[in-house]
C-alpha cells in the first residue's frame, strides 16, 4: 500500500495543544520506521509505502529560524519512542543567546534538525557529548533520579 503524508494533512490548530505555523516555511519530517528526516515545505508531500503488517510513524515539526545566524531549527524528540515528539514537554527559543531548549520527559536518543552543528549541547546544565550527521544533532538523555523533566539546551 502506498500513501502520501504532507505538513499540511495535520489540524495544526486543533487539540488540547493547537500549535501556530504562521510564518513557518518549511517542516522536518522524522520517518520512524526507515530512520530518515526529510524537510518538506507546507503542501509537499512524501511518499510512504508499507508491506502488509508493517506501519510508518511520522514526526512532523515546524522549523524555527534563529535569527542571529540564521540557523533552522526543529525538534523530533526520543526517537526510540512511538510518539517521538510526545517526548517534547516543553520548547523555548533565546534570540539573543542563538539558543534552544527543550523539557523532555523520558530518555533514549534525543534528535532535533538543525541547518549548522551547535556550539555544545546540555542536559540540566551539563555539556553532554553529541553527534551531529545530515544536519541532525543526536545525543542520549538519560533517565533523571526524580519525576522532572530533564531540560536539554542547543547553543549555536
Known amino acids: 500500500m502506498t500513501c502520501f503524508a504532507s505538513p499540511q ?6 487539540g488540547k495543544h493547537p500549535v501556530c505555523i504562521k510564518g513557518v516555511d518549511v517542516f522536518a ?16 508531500s512524501v511518499e510512504v509505502s508499507l508491506e502488509p503488517f508493517s506501519c510508518e510513524l511520522l514526526t512532523v515539526s515546524p522549523v524555527v529560524i534563529l535569527p542571529r545566524k540564521s540557523i533552522q531549527f526543529a525538534p523530533i524528540g526520543l526517537v526510540n519512542m512511538l510518539n ?29 534538525f538543525a541547518s549548522e552543528k551547535p556550539e555544545s549541547v546540555k542536559i540540566d546544565g551539563e555539556s553532554v557529548e553529541f553527534d551531529y550527521v545530515d544536519r541532525t544533532v543526536r545525543l542520549q538523555v538519560s533517565w533523571p533520579c ?11
Open 9 to 14: 494533512d495535520i489540524e495544526w490548530g486543533k
Open 146 to 156: 526524580s519525576s522532572r523533566l530533564s531540560v536539554v539546551e542547543y547553543l549555536f
Open 84 to 112: 517521538s515528539g510526545g517526548s517534547i514537554m516543553s520548547l523555548e527559543f533565546d534570540q539573543q543567546e542563538n539558543l534552544a531548549r527543550i523539557g523532555v520527559r523520558g530518555h533514549g536518543e534525543m534528535r532535533v
Open 29 to 44: 519530517v522524522y520517518m520512524f520506521k526507515d530512520d530518515k528526516l526529510k524537510l518538506l515545505k507546507y503542501t509537499e
